[in-house]
């Protein structure tokens, strides 16, 4: 039996108690800055990170798709690239994605994507707004559909909801082009997660097995070592936690995993049909973070 299949059975279980997923992806940090070695010695500038590896989860051995930004947003959110090679603004896709899979099953979500305009804002807002790391915009039966772009929101919602005890589901949080890292330092970027982590942290919803994934989209694809990956990870070795009241304390996971691996234990453990990528069995779910037989919570 592949490795894929037996952890899909353990994310089913673990993951039949999670009722909310929450993705914060960040901007460009090749793990070799975080990883010498198998071994994390520590992040330069992000103090936070390593306090949650200590305590949470750390994939060891993650990767990218590929590079730039845009395919890697796509992969975690359809199951491919769809053949974008570029951070294009004016590509858009007719395909399934995730979204179609989540309304399908009765969740909710909502994306908060930090300095964007307005809901279902179109196009680039420079200097802090970039549509590149905007993913559900590019597909055309969300970007279409009234009801369902006016769920891409700028991050000014999420403090509202959290607040209100109204987080969907599924949470996507998109920083803005300092708070990534991108154009601002590495500290920059951790003071925000500094507030934001600790936010997200303190709501029920995420208390009441809830799942906090904090991943990068590309590092650098010049540095590809990874001695037992995923086949389609050539976007660079990047930092990935797992934080959830679910996760086995300290753990650091030395499988192979990129960013379809991320999607389909989303997809696993709701119970979701596997898109793309994620259906592959060199492309397996995470759950080796979550302990096992964990019971369901309704």
């Not at 005890?165 to 590495?186: E, F, G, K, Q």
Request: proline share 7%; net charge neutral; hydrophobic share 35%.
């Amino acid at each position: 039996m592949s490795l894929a299949r037996t952890m899909a059975r353990t994310a089913q279980r673990a993951g039949s108690a999670v009722r909310q997923a929450l993705r914060g992806v960040l901007q460009r940090l090749d793990a070799t800055q975080a990883l010498p070695g198998a071994q994390v010695t520590g992040l330069d500038g992000e103090q936070l990170q390593v306090e949650l590896m200590q305590h949470y989860g750390l994939a060891t051995n993650y990767y990218g798709i590929r590079n730039p930004s845009l395919p890697n947003y796509l992969a975690l959110t359809g199951g491919s690239t769809f053949g974008i090679t570029s951070n294009c603004t004016d590509c858009t896709i007719a395909q399934p994605n995730l979204i179609d899979q989540l309304e399908t099953a009765g969740k909710s979500w909502k994306a908060y994507i930090e300095s964007m305009p307005s809901p279902c804002y179109i196009g680039d807002a420079p200097p802090l707004y970039r549509q590149k790391h905007n993913p559900f915009i590019y597909y055309d039966n969300v970007r279409n559909n009234p009801a369902r772009c006016n769920k891409i929101v700028p991050f000014t919602q999420f403090a509202l909801d959290a607040k209100a005890n109204a987080l969907p589901n599924y949470v996507w949080i998109t920083p803005n082009m300092c708070n990534n890292s991108h154009d601002c330092s590495i500290a920059d970027s951790d003071a925000w997660l500094q507030i934001w982590v600790s936010a997200i942290l303190s709501t029920p919803e995420w208390k009441d097995n809830g799942v906090l994934f904090i991943t990068y989209d590309e590092g650098d694809s010049k540095k590809i070592f990874r001695t037992s990956c995923c086949k389609e990870g050539n976007g660079g070795h990047i930092v990935t936690l797992v934080i959830s009241p679910l996760s086995k304390p300290g753990y650091q996971s030395p499988i192979g995993y990129d960013h379809y691996s991320l999607l389909r234990t989303i997809e696993d453990a709701w119970g979701l049909p596997e898109l793309g990528g994620a259906a592959c069995d060199c492309a397996p779910p995470m759950g080796d973070f979550f302990v096992a037989n964990t019971p369901a919570r309704r």
